[in-house]
């Protein structure tokens, strides 16, 4: 089958892969001039099914309010106040009631949980290639914070592994921590989790579909879906036509606006974070990948000489005044935490997470019998990109996917947000 994935992020050129692998005759186009440019670039590297909870959680109408009055920490909204950021505003608080968190936690957990299994047990990509390690990620809390009520019974319901850890024992987990100034008083550690540069491995696996004969046509943006009845006959470019028996649309944020052409309207916004990337020589480098929960600021050595540090959320796209005060704070955090990079200059980088209210992608089938979604993975598209992929790839070659799609449904906000279907919540949650 002759099949276009429109974008060549860590979503579409993993996607790309999967395709090439089931033999099929591939085209991904990019608008850019090479892959993961978009929100893969340089985001926090971690496969983290141990913390891919909903964003969109009880109580997030007070953290808003908090946010509104500046008061937010590392969370802000930002204006203009367009019809879009209320609309997704509004359902972003619809999902943030108990049962709808749990269930949306738990849909999110599946998806990334298979695919970080699917991603760590093969070998194709050697995570020399991408800085990748398999060592477990910590989740950290300062004295006056924990887990949420609901996160270890999440866990526990899926299998996933983890340990609770107090101070000493999360620095016998990471040595860096011992010479911190910012002090952690517990943390989750689950050893299944790991990190790795998401761009190196997106680059990595375009290499791969390419020798299997895919072509990548960088430079080329998709302008429409060209649609005829219910089917997509290929893809408008800026450069011409191009026919395709499926279109897969993996353009992350701007997928929105590709999709509305077609008809959808779905609730991708942009939420921004921040990165900084140092080179690093020393041989103290973190150990494992961490998340300071309350700081919300992660970070992960890449190979031996990359650490990086990522962090904040700010809906919609922030002014430059703003983007500089994040700056200042991300990497005053960094030396914080790991003061060997005093003297280092990072080199900086602003993001913006595709994100959906629920947090979940819009993964599967469309309306249209040929067109396939592969986007809005939020703040977890890395750790999903390989399930995303294998499912993607089984819906086309007509085998059933390992998991139930319906939370990933590209109709589940219809109607100005009425949910069809939530997935049970597991009865060991009461
Ligand atoms: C600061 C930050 C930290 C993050 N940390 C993590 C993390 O630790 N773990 C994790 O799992 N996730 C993380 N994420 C989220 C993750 O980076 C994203 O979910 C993921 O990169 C989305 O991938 P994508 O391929 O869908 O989109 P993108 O990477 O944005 O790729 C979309 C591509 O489509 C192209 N494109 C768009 N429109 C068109 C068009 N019309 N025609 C042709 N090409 C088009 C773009 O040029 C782009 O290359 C983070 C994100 C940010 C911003």
């Known amino acids: 089958m002759r099949i276009v994935v429109v974008g060549a992020g860590i979503a579409g050129t993993v996607t790309a892969l999967a395709l090439s692998r089931e033999g099929h005759e591939v085209?991904?186009?990019?608008?850019?001039?090479?892959?993961?440019?978009?929100?893969?670039?340089?985001?926090?590297?971690?496969?983290?099914p141990g913390h891919c909870f909903s964003w969109a959680e009880p109580g997030v109408a007070g953290v808003a309010l908090k946010s509104l009055l500046g008061l937010g920490d590392g969370i802000s909204i930002c204006p203009p106040w367009t019809p879009s950021l209320l609309r997704w505003g509004a359902l972003f608080a619809r999902e943030g009631t108990r049962e709808r968190w749990l269930s949306n936690s738990k849909a999110a957990l599946a998806l990334a949980a298979y695919s970080r299994d699917l991603q760590f047990g093969a070998s194709d990509i050697p995570l020399d290639d991408y800085g990748g390690r398999h060592d477990g990620i910590l989740y950290l809390y300062g004295e006056s914070d924990k887990p949420g009520p609901y996160d270890e019974a999440l866990l526990s319901a899926a299998g996933e592994a983890f340990e609770s850890l107090d101070h000493d024992g999360l620095l016998n987990c990471e040595p860096i921590l011992h010479a911190a100034t910012v002090?952690?008083?517990r943390a989750v550690f689950c050893p299944n989790d790991g990190t790795g540069d998401a761009a190196r491995y997106a680059t990595a696996a375009l290499g791969k579909a390419v020798q299997l004969g895919a072509t990548a046509r960088f430079g080329e943006k998709v302008i429409r879906l060209d649609i005829s009845g219910n089917t997509v006959s290929g893809v408008e470019t800026d450069r011409g036509s191009f026919k395709a028996d499926a279109v897969v649309v993996t353009a992350g944020l701007s997928s929105r606006q590709l999709l509305a052409s077609a008809g959808y309207t779905l609730p991708i916004y942009p939420v921004t974070g921040y990165s900084i990337s140092y080179r690093v020589a020393s041989p103290s480098r973190p150990?494992?990948?961490?998340v300071s929960i309350p700081h919300k600021v992660a970070w992960a050595a890449f190979g031996e000489e990359t650490v990086r540090f990522t962090g904040f959320a700010d809906i919609g796209v922030p002014g430059s005044v703003k983007v500089e005060e994040r700056f200042r704070a991300l990497e005053a955090f960094a030396c914080e935490v790991y003061p060997?990079?005093?003297?280092?200059k990072p080199s900086r980088w602003v993001g913006q997470r595709p994100m959906t209210p629920d947090n979940l992608p819009f993964l599967g089938a469309a309306e249209h019998s040929n067109l396939w979604l592969?986007?809005?993975?939020?703040?977890m598209g890395w750790t999903m990109a390989c399930g995303s992929a294998r499912i993607v790839a089984?819906?086309?070659?007509?085998?059933?996917?390992?998991?139930d799609l319906s939370p990933y449904r590209w109709d589940r906000y219809r109607l100005l947000g009425r949910r069809s279907a939530m997935t049970p919540i597991p009865a060991s949650i009461s």
């Open 27 to 48: 085209h991904i186009f990019d608008g850019a001039a090479e892959a993961a440019r978009g929100a893969s670039h340089a985001n926090a590297g971690l496969i983290s």
């Open 183 to 185: 002090k952690f008083a």
């Open 287 to 290: 150990r494992v990948g961490a």
């Open 340 to 344: 060997e990079i005093r003297d280092a």
């Open 374 to 379: 592969n986007c809005g993975h939020g703040a």
């Open 394 to 403: 089984d819906l086309i070659r007509g085998r059933e996917p390992a998991l």
